[in-house]
């Protein structure tokens, strides 16, 4: 079974476009791979994470940051497709 990315976003930082943009990212590059990306709005101030299922790949307060594109994709592509290249994305 495909899993579902969710993004974690506080509303109350504006963070939902980068959350879209984001989830948009995901699902052109994972169209075969995620059965959809969630974006989920936080109750939790300052709240922006990533998972895939239960399994939570980043968080921007652990992180001190948010994430690259290309870093995740490589994050998930880890955990849904280990074997799917992505091209100028990957690891060097």
């Known amino acids: 079974m495909k899993p579902t990315i969710t ?6 930082c504006n963070w939902m ?3 879209a943009y984001m989830a948009q990212e995901i699902l052109s590059t994972f169209t075969d791979d995620v059965t ?8 939790t101030s300052g709240k922006y994470s990533i998972s895939v299922g239960e399994l939570e790949l980043f968080d921007r307060k652990k992180e001190g940051r948010f994430p690259e594109i290309k ?3 490589q994050l998930i592509r880890d955990q849904v497709n280990p074997e ?3 091209g100028h994305s990957d690891k060097k």
């Open 36 to 43: 959809a990306v969630s974006l989920k709005p936080s109750e």
């Open 71 to 73: 870093e995740l994709k």
């Open 84 to 86: 799917k290249s992505l």
């Open 7 to 12: 993004i974690e976003y506080c509303p109350k």
């Open 17 to 19: 476009l980068r959350a």
